[in-house]
């Protein structure tokens, strides 16, 4: 076969889902043949972040090398991913390598699109603009919530799906937090500008949501997209859902969440659906249209929420259907669209939401987890992050 090389398994991306993947594989498998395909030297527990912006943890305690988990006996490709040729069964490669598979799967994360949202890519960083959303900007948002004076905190919400779809609202509890400590609260204005229709898609937990809300006296504007930022000026440009109508609103800090969207090299493939993302069957994780592709986590079109513990519970299934696959047998592991939100509603509190496609919570512990609770804060704060380096990433959990 043509090639630089082949495989029996090819993973696409070393990340939360490509990493757990390959762990369980190689627990589950005699002497495998995977190649992980991941160009970034470094992994990163982004879940952390909201804790990062919010002043409780240094950024680069998020920080670990990626040689340190890739599973034994893994071949690890330190390259990217161009281009998928799903008939030839090859990925082709920036370096210009072409590499071949007898099963491929394709978790190569979400993308991040600064450019779209007009000023931001420039302005982050600077100029109170700044995101949780990336290493390199995300203790700018704690230097931006420390030295904030009084006046209008703008925190935004984009119209696209985002990685867990609480964050953007996380960080603004913990600043109002902040600002109520620094004694900068009191006429001031803490906003949430979103562009989707309520604070959250699942009314049990929506309903605490408005609770805290309200408690805290943050206005909401809903319905409203960012589409510019103007730092020098300090302003915000929104359109309105529906009218399409510009609102511009000023701020003396702006918490941006980048609109995002499948990578482009997922978007142009012929594994993609007509919005851009892997297209695989919502139970079985296999690729609508070749049988010997599956797909996980954030880049998927899979109907859930993009977090990591939905994929904790999505590799189980790739795993299992894919070894049914390798055996020429049909997929009988299902996924149920389980996925959580940590929401963390200010310093030592947070709601842990856990639900399903059917936005039916599907909770872990036998008690009312739409309670503001700090058991939940320091599961997220300590629990959460060691589980993920010591058992999803090893293939334990």
Request: proline fraction near 8%; charge should be positive; aromatic fraction near 8%.
């Given at each position: 076969m043509a090639g630089d090389s082949?495989?029996?398994?090819?993973?696409?991306?070393?990340?939360?889902?490509?990493?757990?993947?390959?762990?369980?594989?190689?627990?589950?498998?005699?002497?495998?043949?995977?190649a992980v395909i991941e160009p970034s030297a470094k992994h990163y527990y982004q879940p952390l972040w909201t804790l990062v912006g919010g002043g409780v943890f240094?950024?680069?305690?998020?920080?670990?090398?990626e040689a340190d988990f890739i599973p034994k006996g893994v071949t690890w490709v330190r390259d990217a991913v161009t281009e998928f040729r799903p008939d030839e069964n090859l990925v082709l490669t920036r370096d210009g390598r072409e590499i071949g598979y007898d099963f491929l799967v394709v978790a190569p994360g979400i993308q991040l699109d600064w450019s779209k949202v007009e000023g931001l890519k420039e302005g982050v960083g600077?100029?109170?603009?700044?995101?949780?959303?990336?290493?390199?900007?995300?203790?700018y948002t704690w230097e931006c919530i420390r030295s904030f004076r009084g006046g209008t905190a703008l925190f935004t919400n984009p119209s696209t799906p985002v990685k867990c779809g609480g964050a953007p609202q996380k960080i603004m509890y913990l600043a109002d937090d902040h600002f109520r400590k620094a004694g900068v609260r009191g006429g001031s204005k803490v906003a949430f500008a979103s562009a989707v229709g309520s604070i959250f898609a699942v009314e049990r937990y929506a309903r605490t949501l408005e609770g805290v809300i309200a408690r805290r006296g943050i206005e909401t504007l809903f319905g409203h997209d960012l589409i510019a930022v103007r730092p020098e000026a300090k302003e915000a440009v929104f359109r309105r859902t529906g009218s399409g109508d510009e609102v511009v609103l000023a701020y003396d800090m702006i918490h941006v969440t980048p609109?995002?969207?499948?990578?482009?090299?997922?978007?142009?493939?012929?594994?993609?659906?007509?919005?851009?993302w892997v297209d695989v069957d919502k139970h079985t994780l296999r690729h609508a249209r070749y049988p010997n592709v599956f797909g996980l986590g954030d880049a998927s079109n899979l109907p859930t929420s993009k977090t990591g513990a939905a994929v904790r519970k999505q590799a189980p299934v790739v795993v299992g259907n894919l070894v049914s696959a390798m055996r020429g047998e049909p997929p009988v592991a299902r996924y149920d669209g389980y996925?959580?939100?940590?929401?963390v509603t200010g310093h030592g509190r947070l709601v842990l939401a856990e639900f399903d496609y059917d936005k039916a919570p599907a909770e872990t512990?036998?008690?009312?987890?739409?309670?503001?609770?700090?058991?939940?804060?320091?599961?997220?704060?300590?629990?959460?992050?060691?589980?993920?380096?010591?058992?999803m990433l090893r293939g334990r959990l």
């Open positions: 082949h495989h029996g398994i090819v993973i696409v991306g070393g990340g939360t889902a490509g990493i757990t993947v390959a762990a369980r594989l190689v627990r589950k498998l005699k002497r495998p043949d995977i240094p950024k680069r305690a998020s920080e670990r090398e600077s100029h109170g603009v700044c995101s949780n959303y990336d290493y390199r900007t995300v203790d609109p995002m969207s499948a990578p482009d090299f997922i978007k142009r493939s012929p594994l993609a659906d007509d919005s851009g996925t959580s939100c940590p929401l512990f036998p008690f009312d987890q739409s309670r503001e609770r700090r058991s939940m804060y320091l599961l997220k704060k300590y629990g959460l992050p060691a589980l993920y380096w010591h058992g």
